[in-house]
């Protein structure tokens, strides 16, 4: 498996097995992952810094201070940008600190800090790996939800033969590999989402537009990315810039979005439709910018097509076709309307009643209701996890041709 776009942050501890690493790195570079090193102070007496940095093409991490640039290494960004986390080869000494909390250099800092799966590759003598306290923290580390690869039984450096050898790194390979195979359920998917405001063109230099972000749609796209689906997002225009490895196409009207949306659905299996599209547009575009005359100015509008309305009468049983309603009054009667107006699977309501959820804000308060009337209603959350929980219901989606 390809593990493009996966950031794997490695701590290397201080045990003569860290020469294994240099492998592991290479095997990673290879899959295409992007693999950032920190050592521990003791780490650089085993394999050179020099050696980790040209495998992984980054700067090997060390110390909290960058003392020639003057700048620090910030453990949090570290810890919560990692997509995986893997410590190895792990020492007795790190394995205590980690479970016991301690954080007394940069690696130990990121593993308190890391909100992605960690991975724990021991290495050790035999008696030190017997010992009840490494097998206690190794239990603990365990209650922690840390997945231990375990040591392979060999000889070891210390001449005696035993449990203790960290694990080969096409093992440690084949762990990752495999985690992020079962953590990507939309694998072999297409998805689309919409994204953001249109705007409509009055004249040159002005339009109608509205104040939606586009982040939601955005940290939809991710989301599926990140669950394995092979992502289009049609976005209007905003502020933000595409998740990796999505499509991103690029429109600025209703109609711009309606043949992006169009030529992207039709190979789609799973469809998000959170733009907030212009229902009116301009009956003209003025050549020239309009001049101030009289008192007032009416501009004649015309309907715009619904996007969703039309994908949905297209939509076939291999599709899952989700939309959004933003309303400020009998929301659910308006989005159940919606849902069955346009043949949705979804729809995700969003009411402009409570505080913290809607356009341009960080945070979102959603209730999604099924094409068989169920309704989950979710508390006010930020939009990344807004967006998991979305995917989750497409994730369970149950396809009548399955
Ligand atoms: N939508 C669309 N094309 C349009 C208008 C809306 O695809 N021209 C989609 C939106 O992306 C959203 C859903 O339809 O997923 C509902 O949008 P919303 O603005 O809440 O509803 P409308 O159908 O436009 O109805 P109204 O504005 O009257 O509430």
Redesign the pocket.
């Known amino acids: 498996m390809s593990l493009q776009g996966k950031n794997i942050v490695i701590g290397v501890c201080g045990s003569i097995a860290a020469y294994k690493i240099a492998t592991l790195v290479r095997l990673l570079v290879k899959e295409k992952a992007a693999v950032q090193i920190i050592m521990t102070p003791d780490a650089v007496e085993f394999i050179t810094p020099l050696t980790l940095s040209t495998l992984s093409n980054k700067p090997v991490l060390v110390d909290y201070f960058d003392k020639k640039t003057g700048s620090w290494n910030n453990h949090v960004h570290l810890g919560l940008e990692a997509d995986l986390l893997l410590i190895a080869p792990a020492t007795a000494n790190t394995l205590a600190k980690m479970a016991n909390g301690q954080c007394d250099n940069l690696l130990t800092a990121v593993y308190l800090s890391a909100k992605c799966p960690v991975f724990v590759a021991p290495a050790m003598d035999l008696d030190m790996w017997k010992h009840p306290a490494t097998q206690r923290n190794i239990t603990l580390l365990k209650s922690y939800n840390n997945t231990i690869i375990h040591p392979g039984n060999g000889e070891l450096a210390s001449g005696l033969t035993g449990e203790g050898r960290l694990a080969e790194p096409e093992e440690i390979l084949a762990y990752l590999s495999n985690y992020f195979t079962r953590s990507q359920p939309l694998s072999g998917r297409k998805a689309l989402v919409?994204a953001g405001p249109t705007h409509e063109a009055i004249d040159p230099v002005r339009f109608i537009g509205n104040h939606s972000s586009g982040k939601m749609g955005y940290a939809i796209a991710e989301e599926l990315k990140n669950l394995g689906a092979q992502v289009t997002l049609v976005s209007g225009p905003t502020h933000l810039s595409a998740p990796g490895d999505v499509n991103r196409i690029s429109v600025i009207s209703?109609s711009q979005m309606l043949e992006a949306a169009n030529t992207y659905f039709d190979a789609a299996d799973i469809i998000v439709?959170?733009?907030?599209?212009?229902?009116y547009t301009p009956e003209t575009v003025a050549d020239q910018k309009i001049k101030k005359k009289e008192d007032t100015f009416a501009i004649p509008l015309k309907k715009?097509?619904?996007?969703?309305?039309t994908l949905g009468k297209r939509k076939t049983d291999k599709q899952v076709l989700i939309?959004?309603?933003?309303?400020t009054n009998n929301e659910l009667e308006?989005a159940k309307g919606?849902l069955q107006k346009?043949n949705l699977d979804y729809i995700v309501l969003n009411s402009m009643q409570d505080k913290g959820a809607g356009f341009s804000t960080d945070t979102n308060k959603v209730t999604i209701i099924a094409k068989d009337g169920t309704l989950k209603e979710f508390s006010l959350k930020t939009k990344q996890e807004v967006a998991k929980d979305i995917c989750n219901i497409i994730i369970r989606h149950p396809y009548p041709s399955n």
């Open positions: 919409t209703a439709m959170s733009a907030a599209v212009a229902d715009t097509t619904d996007i969703l309305a939309g959004f309603a933003l309303e308006n919606k346009k």
